[in-house]
C-alpha cells in the first residue's frame, strides 16, 4: 500500500506498509509502516518531527482498516529525541497492537543507557518492541538481549547468504533464530522472495516472514 499525504499545510508525506505474515499458514499477523513512496525519505530532524506529527492522526485511520499490529520504524536516537518520544505517546499504545521497531544502532553506541531507558518505559506506555537489522554488522543480538523485545528481526542479508548453501542452507540462520526463541523472542525473517526462502526460513524455525514474495502478489487480509 501507498499513500500520499496531500493536506497543503503539512509536508508532502509518503508512506508504505508491508505486510508480515505467518510462514506456517501465511495469515497475516500485521504491517510495517514504512516511510517514503520506494525508500526511506532523507528528513532533518524537522521533518521527522512533522512526519511523526502527522503520524498521530493517520495512525488510528491505518488500525481501523487494517487488522493486527502495525509496526513503526524508530532508531535509537529518535528513542531518546524528546519531541519525537511525545509524539509517540500520542499514538494508541494501549490499543496493544502497536510496535516501535528498534533500527539499527550499535550496541556500543554511548547513549545506550539513555536508549534502553526510553525502550522500557515505551513497553510501560504500552507498546510492544522488535528489533531490527539482526545480523547487519551491529550487534544486534546484544539489543535484543538487552531490550527484551517482542520480536526479533533477522537481517535480509543472513536470507541471502543462506540461499548460497549447496546442502542444508537453514542452519545458516538456525543458530541466531533458536537463540532469540531460547529468550521468549518471536523471530521475523526478511528479504522472502520465494516459497524456497519461505522454506529455508521454517527450516530454520522462524515464526514470521516478510518480503517481496507477499509484496508483489495479492494478499488477503482476515478483516
Not at 53 to 81: C, K, T, W
Not at 114 to 143: E, N, P, S, T
Request: proline share 5%; charged share 20%.
Amino acid at each position: 500500500m501507498n499513500t500520499t499525504e496531500t493536506d497543503p499545510h503539512v509536508l508532502d508525506f509518503h508512506y508504505r506498509l508491508e505486510p508480515l505474515l505467518r510462514l506456517s499458514d501465511h495469515s497475516v499477523i500485521g504491517h510495517e509502516l514504512l516511510a517514503g513512496a520506494n525508500a526511506c525519505p532523507a528528513f532533518n530532524s524537522p521533518d521527522w518531527y512533522r512526519f511523526y506529527a502527522f503520524m498521530v492522526q493517520e495512525i488510528p485511520r491505518i488500525l481501523a482498516q487494517y487488522p493486527g499490529l502495525l509496526f513503526i520504524n524508530v532508531s535509537g536516537e529518535q528513542f531518546i529525541d524528546p519531541v519525537i518520544f511525545d509524539l509517540l505517546r500520542q499514538y494508541p499504545a494501549d490499543s496493544g497492537r502497536l510496535v516501535l521497531e528498534w533500527t539499527e544502532q550499535s550496541f556500543h553506541h554511548a547513549q545506550m543507557p539513555d536508549v534502553l531507558a526510553a525502550i522500557a518505559k515505551a513497553k510501560r506506555l504500552g507498546y510492544q518492541i522488535a528489533v531490527d537489522d539482526i545480523g547487519a554488522g551491529v550487534d544486534g543480538m546484544g539489543r535484543a538481549i538487552a531490550c527484551n523485545p517482542h520480536f526479533g528481526k533477522i537481517d535480509g542479508q543472513i536470507l541471502m547468504h543462506a540461499r548460497e548453501q549447496a546442502e542444508n542452507p537453514h542452519l545458516f540462520m538456525r543458530g541466531m533464530a533458536d537463540s532469540l526463541r531460547a529468550h521468549g523472542i518471536t523471530v521475523i525473517a526478511e528479504f522472502i522472495e520465494t516459497e524456497a526462502d519461505r522454506h529455508i526460513a521454517v527450516a530454520a524455525g522462524v515464526d514470521i516472514g516478510q518480503g517481496y514474495l507477499w509484496t508483489h502478489s495479492k494478499v488477503t487480509v482476515a478483516g
